[in-house]
């Protein structure tokens, strides 16, 4: 013992060497502590902790937290979650795997070679793992299993909430779907309480959302015999199911507008001009998310990624597009606000345009003869904002675009929204090191060229057009409620921006909008309504440039044809709603667009009728009761 | 150059020994611990290990070549860098288990809390040197000590390395008691840092707290980290007097232990070896620190002394509070076994240490 501890006088500083001695008695001690407690736990308690290690017979159960419900405003459930059972299979539990899962096949009527195929795949994990013979069973299969439990040790069934989706593909985009949770979530999640298996969402308000809908996963600690069945809980966690959000879509706006868009590809959003509040977001074609909820297959899954068509992209927000002549509106109002132009005064169009030797042809052969701002808005002149657009030059537009809220994100929370580009000279400079040429600005004075945006920025840049000039974040969840009633967090109206026009401007824009639709020649006349009085600006933006004749596109393949576009705002003297449609590959917007812009509007007036008759009826009878 | 041919003669050969029998038993250990597990980390931790023992052996080598005494001069510069990586880690760092550790350096990933423990001893070794007052040393005489490693335990306890900055403030505390620290500064020290905890209450991350409350009441979390201590626990009291035996214990193959080849690898061992095998590494990890503590006693000089006390103390207190967790005594901080656990830094790191020490031992000699 000496080689360890023996100390001479010669050695080292004395206060340290005494000092080294204490030591020895402290570490002697901690060390007789470490090993007693080894010693109880090995030796007195070691059989105790045997038992309970033979067949781990300590389990967790876990029970993820039921999902929040979602309704539309008025109340009507969107998104669900009902009870289901998934048929599971625990290998360790049962003597003879293969002969439990004959006499399972055998209840069930199903071939057993398919249950044992699956064993067979899982066969590499551990053996405790669960296997899931069959998700979301129907009740026979259910009753079965229950009634011969004894004879199928091993096999199990667990209830698990199942996302249901009411309408199906109708809000697919907005309220997007949910999937399993991947290896890099959970790494980057582990510490929140989610587990291999939990779902998440993965997409639209299922994923932006999540923290609310969630809920928090409960579970049970759990003593199992060697055939894996229970003997008794330990332990218990309650859990808590998500909050239940009320948003601001129309179940019936949203429907409208679905049906409007069936068989087509594009989008229809719709605001309330007076908040933001998105009432309807429809993208087509679309996908039903119940098909996530129940387990997407691989090869539904590879249908969805590889369709030419894009079904998972959420065009009015996604999809970045030329706005064709819908850009006028900008135009008209950057020209009135920069004194670029007299509105009165009248240009004449020969039908083509000018800059060096270059032509803009105007999309009306022979041109619109003598034009001022409004006619040129309703007829949608080309020619008129060529020259405008010359006027004001490329930065003065820019300006003004972004200031209705163009080339940025409108913040809506959703995922991945793209920001359109609205370019100018700097843009230029940086992205390809040249000027701005002034033979550039003609095409986007008709929004062609650089410029792109998304549907949703152009029914907000319409929104602020009706309401007077201020530009609202558009926002769709409007209370988050617990499960007891009681309102959690509470959304309204958030300004982005008021933006300072001069008196006047938008009166004259607005004008022109209404006879757009209105007025004898306007370009909307599609739009045009006994119900309501919509206003609006057409669009056609061009997919490929036409270098040859005028064609029509029925002329051109599918693919090539233009975009139809119809953005407006309803009623026309008391706008409540502005409403961007698309049309991919429409052709011209007027005959494309504008009628879908109608139907909606017609809806939504129809729905507020109701609703004011509800409320007299009410009123009517709350002074009969007094 | 010429090798003085008493450092070979004195060259200790029993440190050298005791190390390389708990390398290898621990890299026994993780062998077992990966053993036929259909995880996806498949069975190439143990070569690791061992390459990671070779890049030790290496790094020990240079810790005893140059005379220890000429070391205070590179307190400060090594303090400096250690700073400097931790701080980078917060930014460039690779998250692993919800924290930012490591550093990739391309072909290794380093993690800076590991060296920083010896950058602590370094430091403490140098402010301690010079003789002690006669009554021993107050705090004010050492505020700049304080000044100097506080950054370092912020610096982990945000990543958050709750495991390494206790270590860190227990190496601290340790050095200035060897150096000689009056007792009632000691207990002054002791009741402001109590009186503290409610500020570092504030700093830890939710899981940390999660998971002393937990310890303190095991029940508040029986499906998380009350869970693993549960099993934990029967992995080592399954053991019982001789265990279950080399590649067979269960509760580790089954996967139920967390962290089974880092943290949890004394309950490994336990399982598999029981009682008597557990009173055998606990034994060698007592002795080694017996032989250590003689050593530190019979250096030539104070500096000499504190440097092989400091490297000790980072030994002693990452045994106790390994055991000490896996056993159930304590909450579960993710502190490794030294020269047991699987990973890179900690092995490297404590293998310098270890060189620190044979070049003190073996330099007691020369003068």
């Known amino acids: ?626 | 150059m010429q090798i003085d041919r008493r450092l070979i003669s004195h060259f200790d050969w029993t440190l050298l020994g005791f190390t390389l029998a708990l390398v290898l038993m621990g890299v026994g250990t993780i062998y077992s611990a990966n053993y036929n597990i259909v995880e996806n980390h498949a069975g190439g931790l143990p070569t690791r290990q061992l390459a990671w023992l070779g890049v030790g052996l290496v790094v020990m080598t240079a810790a005893l070549a140059v005379d220890y005494r000429y070391l205070d001069r590179v307190a400060y510069p090594f303090y400096g860098a250690m700073v400097v990586l931790l701080f980078l880690v917060l930014f460039i760092g690779h998250s692993g288990g919800g924290s930012q550790r490591w550093i990739n350096l391309g072909f290794f990933r380093l993690q800076p809390s590991e060296p920083a423990k010896l950058a602590v001893v370094l430091l403490m070794a140098k402010y301690l040197q010079s003789d002690e007052p006669p009554r021993g040393y107050r705090l004010r005489d050492l505020w700049a000590s304080f000044v100097l490693v506080a950054p370092l335990v912020l610096l982990t306890l945000v990543q958050p390395d709750l495991g390494t900055a206790i270590i860190l403030s227990l190496v601290f505390l340790s050095m200035m008691l060897m150096g000689g620290l009056r007792l009632k500064s000691f207990l002054c020290l002791v009741g402001t840092g109590l009186a503290f905890l409610p500020i570092a209450w504030h700093f830890l991350k939710p899981y940390q707290r999660q998971r002393i409350l937990t310890f303190l009441d095991p029940d508040r979390d029986p499906l998380g980290a009350g869970y693993h201590v549960i099993q934990s626990k029967i992995a080592v009291g399954s053991g019982r007097l001789f265990g279950t035996g080399y590649l067979h214990g269960t509760q580790n193959r089954l996967d139920f232990l967390p962290a089974q080849h880092t943290d949890f690898i004394f309950a490994v061992f336990s399982e598999e070896w029981g009682f008597v095998g557990c009173f055998v590494l606990v034994g060698l990890y007592f002795l080694f620190m017996l032989y250590s503590l003689r050593l530190v006693g019979r250096a030539k000089d104070r500096f000499g002394a504190l440097l092989a006390f400091g490297v000790l103390s980072i030994f002693f207190w990452h045994v106790v509070i390994n055991v000490a967790m896996v056993t159930g005594m304590m909450p579960v901080v993710g502190v490794p076994l030294p020269l047991f656990s699987y990973g890179g830094s900690a092995l490297a790191s404590m293998m310098f240490g270890i060189g620190l020490m044979i070049n003190v031992s073996m330099r007691r000699f020369t003068f």
Not at chain 1, 46 to 63: A, D, P, V
Not at chain 1, 82 to 102: C, G, K, M, N, Y
Not at chain 1, 236 to 260: F, I, K, N, W
């Open chain 1, 1 to 626: 013992m000496t080689v360890l501890t023996g100390l001479s006088k010669q050695d080292g500083a004395p206060e340290l060497r005494r000092r080294v001695r204490l030591l020895y008695r402290v570490v002697a001690a901690i060390f007789l502590l470490l090993t007693f407690r080894l010693g109880f736990l090995q030796i007195v308690d070691g059989e105790r902790y045997t038992f309970l290690s033979e067949n781990n017979r300590i389990r967790i159960k876990r029970i993820p937290g039921t999902r929040g419900m979602v309704f539309d405003r008025r109340g009507q459930l969107l998104v669900d979650s009902r009870p289901s059972f998934d048929l599971i299979f625990v290998p360790e539990d049962t003597h003879s795997p293969e002969a439990t899962l004959r006499t399972l096949a055998g209840y069930l009527k199903r071939d057993e070679r398919e249950l044992l195929a699956v064993f067979e795949e899982n066969k590499g994990r551990a053996a405790f793992d669960d296997i899931v013979l069959g998700r979301d069973v129907d009740w026979p299969t259910v009753v079965a299993v229950e009634t011969h439990q004894l004879e199928l040790p091993g096999v199990t069934l667990r209830v698990r909430p199942r996302r249901s989706y009411a309408n199906g593909p109708v809000a697919a985009h907005v309220l997007g779907y949910l999937g399993e949770i991947g290896p890099r979530q959970l790494k980057a999640l582990k510490d929140r309480g989610y587990a291999l298996g939990d779902e998440i969402g993965q997409y639209g308000l299922e994923k932006t959302w999540e923290e609310v809908l969630r809920g928090q996963s409960g579970g049970q600690q759990v003593e199992v015999d060697a055939l894996g069945r229970r003997v008794r809980v330990l332990h218990e966690v309650a859990d808590v199911p998500g909050y239940t959000v009320h948003l601001t879509l129309d179940r019936e706006m949203q429907e409208t507008a679905y049906e409007a868009l069936s068989g087509k590809e594009g989008t229809i959003v719709v605001l309330d001009v007076h908040s933001g509040a998105v009432l309807a977001m429809v993208s087509s074609p679309a996908f039903d998310p119940n098909i996530f909820a129940r387990g997407v297959k691989a090869d539904e899954w590879r249908e969805l990624v590889k369709d030419r068509l894009r079904p998972l992209n959420n065009r009015a927000i996604q999809g970045q597009y030329p706005p064709g002549s819908t850009f006028k509106v900008i135009m008209a109002i950057a020209a009135l606000e920069e004194g670029a132009i007299q509105p009165e005064a009248t240009i004449f169009d020969p039908g083509f345009y000018s800059v060096g030797n270059r032509a803009f042809r105007d999309w009306k052969k022979g041109g619109h003869g003598s034009v001022d701002l409004h006619k040129a808005i309703v007829q949608s002149c080309d020619v008129y904002f060529y020259q405008t657009g010359q006027k004001l030059g490329i930065d003065r537009i820019a300006k003004h675009a972004r200031a209705f809220g163009l080339g940025e994100k409108t913040g809506i929370e959703l995922d991945d929204e793209k920001t359109g580009l609205v370019p100018d000279s700097e843009w230029k400079r940086k992205r390809y090191r040249q000027p701005w040429y002034p033979g550039e600005t003609p095409s986007i004075a008709i929004g062609q060229g650089y410029l792109t945006v998304t549907p949703l920025q152009l029914a907000n840049m319409m929104a602020a057009v009706a309401n007077g000039g201020t530009l609202y974040r558009p926002y769709i969840v409007r209370r988050v409620e617990s499960i007891d009633g009681a309102t959690v967090r509470e959304y309204g109206p958030e300004k982005i921006r008021a933006i300072a026009l001069k008196p006047g401007t938008l009166q004259r824009v607005r004008n022109a909008l209404r006879d757009v639709v209105q007025g004898p020649g306007g370009t909307g006349g599609a739009a045009r309504s006994n119900v309501v009085a919509l206003a609006g600006k057409t669009g056609t933006a061009q997919v490929v440039e036409m270098k040859g004749a005028y064609l029509k596109s029925e002329q051109l393949a599918y693919f090539n044809r233009d975009h139809a576009w119809f953005i407006a705002y309803a009623p026309a003297d008391d706008p409540q709603i502005a409403i961007a449609v698309l049309v991919e590959h429409g052709g011209h917007g007027g005959e494309a667009a504008a009628p879908l812009a109608r139907k909606v509007a017609e809806k939504y007036v129809e729905i507020q009728g109701r609703l004011q008759g509800q409320q007299q009826v009410r009123a009517d009878g709350e002074q009969r009761a007094n």
